[in-house]
């Protein structure tokens, strides 16, 4: 069935090291995103793709790279330069034009450890 | 700067109440508005948006409203049912380019709790 899918659903990092971050969507859509959410704040984005092969920084890409080689696949790592990787990242698509509803994935939670 | 502010932060409610939440945006140029409801540990899932022309949506027992003029929307929850329990969210979204890429600026959410 379609749909956007992220995994892992949890994911421990050792402080220094860099993890990927999956996101897949089935749906055909052109523009996918990454946003962070923190307890008590909104989601920020941080990397969105509008098309295959180009990329454009959010409000808080430091510490974070993407790539777009597939339009299906959309994957985030966190480096070891982000300072304060915890959180839930939430991946979405959508159809990248004006009232095209955003779909999300079912989050990846992140801890350092 | 673009912001979205919702209240109340938090609202507990017995089950089978109708309950409202509260959106106040001041993101521009405007282009349309979303609530979305996401259940602890999970991804948010729209359940109406509405563009500048359009006063109320409704969805089941869902209902939303948008004054554009005062830049503020409201989702009406009626015949609460324990499955409503989840954190609601009002998403402004406005073109920035002119080649209609959008952007979505994003409300901390209202954590509602139904108790039965």
């Known amino acids: 069935d379609g749909g956007i899918t992220q995994s892992p659903k949890y994911l421990f990092r050792k402080e220094g090291q860099n993890v990927t971050l999956s996101c897949e969507q089935n749906?055909?859509?052109?523009?996918m995103y990454w946003y962070r959410q923190d307890p008590g704040q909104g989601l920020r984005l941080i990397y969105y793709s509008q098309i295959v092969n180009d990329f454009q920084k959010g409000d808080i890409a430091e510490g974070y790279s993407v790539s777009r080689e597939k339009k299906e696949s959309f994957p985030l790592t966190v480096t070891s330069a982000q300072k304060n990787p915890t959180a839930f990242y939430l991946c979405?698509?959508?159809?990248?034009?004006?009232?095209?509803?955003?779909?999300f994935g079912q989050g990846t939670r992140l801890t350092v450890v | 700067k673009n912001q979205v502010e919702q209240s109340p932060q938090s609202l507990i409610i017995l089950e089978g109440k109708n309950c409202t939440l509260q959106c106040n945006y001041t993101v521009s140029p405007f282009s349309n508005l979303r609530w979305y409801k996401q259940d602890t540990g999970r991804g948010p899932v729209s359940l109406t948006i509405m563009t500048f022309s359009e006063n109320t949506k409704s969805n089941g027992r869902y209902t939303a409203t948008l004054d554009a003029d005062t830049k503020q929307s409201s989702l009406h929850i009626t015949a609460s049912q324990l499955s409503d329990s989840a954190s609601y969210i009002c998403v402004v979204s406005s073109i920035w380019t002119n080649f209609g890429n959008e952007k979505l600026t994003f409300g901390t959410g209202t954590r509602l709790t139904i108790i039965p």
């Open positions: 979405a698509s959508s159809i990248g034009r004006e009232n095209g509803e955003a779909f």
């Open positions: 749906l055909n859509h052109d523009a």
